[in-house]
Each structure stands twice: as structure tokens, then as C-alpha cells.
Antibody
Framework: EVQLVESGGGLVQPGRSLKLSCAASGFTFSNYYMAWVRQAPKKGLEWVATISTSGSRTYYPDSVKGRFTISRDNAKSSLYLQMNSLKSEDTATYYC????????????WGQGVMVTVSS | DIQMTQSPASLSASLEEIVTITCQASQDIGNWLAWYQQKPGKSPQLLIYDATSLADGVPSRFSGSRSGTQYSLKISRLQVEDIGSYYCQQAHSNRTFGGGTKLELK
């Protein structure tokens, strides 16, 4: 059974940093692109970052480019999201997701972790 | 950037009713489109990919279609377990979601 378990969320002040983790199990982690998707309270979904199988290629939307860094450790079957210079608009539930089906879609999702950016 | 305009934003329907949700892409994305369902308090779940292909385990009352740059999700006979929010997502260039449709029971 595919499982994705996020951790590391919490309350952080604007301008500070936070690092999220995602522990994967139930599949060969190193064979899949992985991603982070977020959802602000009562709002829709927003793709945040994608990383290739080896970690050599990363992709971001303009809203987080230069502030967020996605990384992975295939030996530990773990995915990470380093978030710097956090803003109030980064407040959201962050989901770890597996990029299945040719790395185009998100076929498995974690339960999500809440990040609140507030003074 | 590719924009996905989803409609309606909210929808109230009766059990057994046919429900249709649409997404309009701002440019040609071919068949690179998915639909997700998000039940209240839960994570999203993949329903449809490549515009018309049903994901594993998804009931056959769900179907997807395409007409040019307009994409539709159809629920043929609404069930109580279908209540929640629905999102489209384009996979042609980066990844963009539609604004969502909140489906409620009438």
C-alpha cells in the first residue's frame, strides 16, 4: 500500500524558514517523480514543486521560485521542502504527492501538514 | 502560464441526477488533463487522467470528455459519497489546477 506521511508543519513568523518532510513507503520511491501541492484555507489546490527521480531536475511556479527548494533522499525514501522567506500567503496545508502516469498527474497524496505564517 | 477556468464554482444536485463540471483551458493542452475529487477533510484523489481515462478503483459513473480546449467531468447518477469538491489539472506545461467546484446535495 502506498503511503505518504508529511511532517514538520507548524506556526512560523513571516520571513522565517521551515522545512517539511515526507516519508514514503509501499512503492519504489526512486522510480517516481515527486511533488508538493498546497491548499490555502477554504481555497483551491496550487502546485508548489516537482523533483525528478534522481533529484537533478526541479520545477517551481513563479509564486515560490527562489524561496522554496524541493529535494529528496532516495536511500531514505524521503522528500523535503525547504521554505525560506515565508509570507502570510504561504499559509496552507501542504501535501506530498507522487507523480504517477508519466509524471504528469498526482496519483497518490499524503494526508497533508498545516503551515501557518503569522506574527 | 496556462490558466484553467472551472465552472460552476458551486453546484447543488439531487441523488441519481446527472452532474457535469467543465474546465476551459487558456490554450491547447491536448489530452493532458486530470480530474480530482476531494471529500471534506480529506486529501484529493485522482479520478480521471488523460482527459478520458478512469483511474484505478474509480466507479464507472464518472467519465471525462474533451471538446477542443473545453473539458468535462460527468457523474452519471449522483451518489451521496460523491459529495465534495472537484478540481481539474492541466499537465501540458508545469501544473495548474482549476479553481474547483463544490458539489452539494439538494
Amino acid at each position: 500500500e502506498v503511503q505518504l506521511v508529511e511532517s514538520g508543519g507548524g506556526l512560523v513568523q513571516p520571513g522565517r524558514s521551515l522545512k517539511l518532510s515526507c516519508a514514503a513507503s509501499g512503492f519504489t520511491f526512486s522510480n517516481y517523480y515527486m511533488a508538493w501541492v498546497r491548499q490555502a484555507p477554504k481555497k483551491g489546490l496550487e502546485w508548489v514543486a516537482t523533483i525528478s527521480t534522481s533529484g537533478s531536475r526541479t520545477y517551481y511556479p513563479d509564486s515560490v521560485k527562489g524561496r522554496f527548494t524541493i529535494s529528496r533522499d532516495n536511500a531514505k525514501s524521503s522528500l523535503y521542502l525547504q521554505m525560506n522567506s515565508l509570507k502570510s500567503e504561504d499559509t496552507a496545508t501542504y501535501y506530498c504527492a507522487r507523480h504517477g502516469l508519466g509524471a504528469r498527474y498526482f496519483d497518490y497524496w499524503g494526508q497533508g501538514v498545516m503551515v501557518t505564517v503569522s506574527s | 502560464d496556462i490558466q484553467m477556468t472551472q465552472s460552476p464554482a458551486s453546484l447543488s444536485a439531487s441523488l441519481e441526477e446527472i452532474v457535469t463540471i467543465t474546465c476551459q483551458a487558456s490554450q491547447d493542452i491536448g489530452n493532458w488533463l486530470a480530474w480530482y475529487q476531494q471529500k471534506p477533510g480529506k486529501s484529493p484523489q485522482l479520478l480521471i487522467y488523460d482527459a478520458t481515462s478512469l483511474a484505478d478503483g474509480v466507479p464507472s459513473r464518472f467519465s471525462g470528455s474533451r471538446s477542443g480546449t473545453q473539458y468535462s467531468l460527468k457523474i452519471s447518477r449522483l451518489q451521496v459519497e460523491d459529495i465534495g469538491s472537484y478540481y481539474c489539472q492541466q499537465a501540458h506545461s508545469n501544473r495548474t489546477f482549476g479553481g474547483g467546484t463544490k458539489l452539494e446535495l439538494k
